[in-house]
């Protein structure tokens, strides 16, 4: 339902983008949220934003990361910068609350 691109390799207060496209299927009335996993951890809520644009975000990533979105185009984005490596996680894109199977999501790593 959703192909995702962006991610890779950056290095600590770097930035990154990332972008979640979505079938027809979902609705632009749907939340979207972005999720990660860490290695060993469970998968986490990372940020929401709104049919409307209201956005939420995990307080560890508040000031730092951007979730957008373009209705028109089924796009939402998320804009990752002053990286740090607690940052490495697969990160996912779905609805919120989760509606679609899980993807295999967008490596993201912050080393140096």
């Known amino acids: 339902h959703v192909v995702q691109s962006g991610g890779g390799l950056v290095q600590p207060g770097g930035s990154l983008r990332l972008s979640c496209a979505a079938s027809g299927s979902i609705s632009s009335l749907y939340a979207m949220a972005w999720y990660r996993q860490a290695p060993g951890k469970e998968r986490d809520w990372v940020a929401t934003?709104?049919?409307?644009?209201?956005?939420l975000y995990h307080n560890s990533v508040k000031g730092r990361f951007t979730i957008s979105r373009d209705n028109a185009k089924n796009t939402v984005i998320l804009q990752m910068n002053s990286l740090k490596p607690e940052d490495t996680a697969v990160y996912y894109c779905?609805?919120?609350?989760?509606?679609?199977?899980w993807g295999q999501g967008t490596q993201v790593t912050v080393s140096s």
């Open positions: 779905n609805t919120n609350p989760v509606r679609y199977s």
């Open positions: 934003i709104r049919s409307g644009g209201t956005t």
